[in-house]
């Protein structure tokens, strides 16, 4: 369906839904998904665009929680291992494996025995042995330009990673092919109420301004760090109390930094784990745990400190690469709604566990983990549906994606590109790469035909939306891919339907979002 209409549709059909999802995040995507799969009619919209907020700008891992085992989370830990292995199976390409090597220096914190000892029983918990411990040679084989002073060795093991708007975006599909009607830029205004209890929910399209209300039973307000905003409607008892915590990241080219596992050391000023991992033919250095105090409906960006903050540990396990800030490609900065108990402890202390509340057919979400999105979004169903009702869900052992039928891997496609177009499209990758134009963009491994489906088929409405969450051109192309933005025009207009002048203004737009939240902080270039 295309989105253009859809709100003005809804209104003619006289609009009714078992089940409402605010929110087109990991969260929301993973109830819509649930919902529509159990043969529940279904709506989920999303004020900005599929993703937006912390769903594309996370770390991008699929882990199972090594830093919560340490904290003695154990339950936590291991629905996240499970969750893991469930998406590594289910879609590779799109959840893959990564090696994991966490350096030890003589007389630093974790020692290699302890670590180890860590590793044997999250290993236990996941029922697979991936635990190897490095000598220094080994080590250093490994991780080619770690610094080799102090160096006793390494231990390695295996998580997971992913394109974390694009797992939002194959959900979605997984949803849509279940009945699921899915809108982005479609705000959820005002709750409606009847006898107390939630009866249905006023929507405004933002882009022109329609507005319907649909009937509906239950709402679950999957939107993060705005939860409470919808929650304050239902005048609940339970209020959730967000801490929004800001996680910042940079962007390198691989050649400045050649990295094939994922790299952790504790930093030294706060001894929170940082890791350098290669992601989308780049490295990305992050993340920091800091306080938000922006306003939560402008993106955040990185700031000064930060930087330093990132910088300092690149310099420590890669003395000889030398990076300054003139190798920064791009950065990226998502809020994580972590609900807190007021205690006023260290950012990095809060629990990441997720938290629900019921307030008469509204069922709030907060907290939670990108691996754990499947769990939480049955939980919200169950609690929302209740006890007489939750019976209409979907066995437990249901699967998440449908696996694409075998396919010949078509002609002057590489191995690795099909399987990450099979990840990332599913049953679509067949249909993609029929256009004709199957050429990468540059280096970056993208193909034009990748942009081209995004603009027929995956709801683009701003140029942002295509280069920063269908493609990932803005964070991995110098200067956001300003000079492709000619080529991408001259592909893109026609089947986006832009004027001149629009697509003038989208260039604009989307240049000056680049530059406030994806870039270095102003004077820092």
Known sequence: MARKGSLADLATANPEFDVVVVGGGITGTGVAREAAGSGLRTLLVEQKDFAWGTSSRSSKMVHGGLRYLGSGKIRLTRESVTERQRLMQEAPGLVDPLPFVMPHFRKNFPGPKLFQLLLGIYDRIAGVRTRRYLNHQ?????????????????????????????LVLRILDEARRDGAVCLNYTEARTLRRHEGRISGIELVDTEDGHTVTVKTPLVINATGAWASVLQKQANTTKPLEIRPLRGSHLVVPWRRLPVSCAVSLLHPEDRRPVFAFPWAGTTVLGTTDLDHNGDLNREPGITPEEVD?????????????????????ST?????PVVTDGSGKAES????????REDNGLVSIAGGKLTTFRRIAREALELGLGEKRRNLLRPDSSPVFTRPAPTKRPAGIPFLTWQRLQGWYGANAQALVAATNLGPIGHTGVLWAELAWACEHEQVVHLDDLLLRRTRLGLVVPGGAAELLPEITRHCQPLLGWSDQQWEQEEKRYLKLYAQ?????EGEA
């Open 517 to 521: 939240a994806y870039s270095l902080p």
């Open 349 to 356: 202390k809060e629990s990441r566990e997720h938290v629900l």
């Open 332 to 336: 990226w900065a998502g809020v994580r």
């Open 138 to 166: 080994e080590a250093l084989q490994w991780v080619p330009g770690l610094t080799p002073k102090c160096l006793n060795g390494a231990s390695l093991f295996l998580d997971g990673v992913t394109d974390d708007a694009r």
């Open 309 to 329: 903050y990132l910088m300092t540990i690149a310099g420590r396990l890669f003395p000889s690469a030398g990076l300054d800030r003139n190798d920064i490609l």
